[in-house]
């Protein structure tokens, strides 16, 4: 709602033959109406939806990110959304996930 210096307002999927560039996002809330947290994954696209999963459960593509927060909220992961992009191609993931935004959210 309120994009920072270097962000767009709105970010859409684009369309280049089969090409396309999606968007997909995470983010880890407090629960509202319970005490635990709320993992939230979405997509534009059921690709982008898979890459948002993929970006979150494998170390190997989530673990600078995580670890990047965690240092700049002193020792522990703090809420946080971030937005991602991809590249599919025949509604398949064709590039490794690019982390477009990130906020961390007050506890």
Aim: aromatic letters at 6%.
């Amino acid at each position: 709602r309120k994009p920072r210096p270097g962000e767009q307002a709105q970010y859409r999927p684009t369309h280049s033959g089969a090409e396309r560039i999606v968007y997909g996002g995470v983010a880890l809330l407090p629960a509202t109406h319970t005490k635990g947290n709320v993992l939230i994954l979405l997509g534009t696209s059921l690709a982008a939806g898979e890459m948002a999963s993929e970006f979150i459960t494998n170390e190997r593509l989530s673990s600078s990110f995580l670890e990047k927060l965690t240092l700049q909220a002193h020792g522990h992961l703090p809420y946080f959304e971030v937005l991602l992009k991809t590249v599919s191609i025949s509604g398949q993931q064709s590039t490794p996930p690019e982390v477009v935004s990130c906020r961390t959210i007050p506890n």
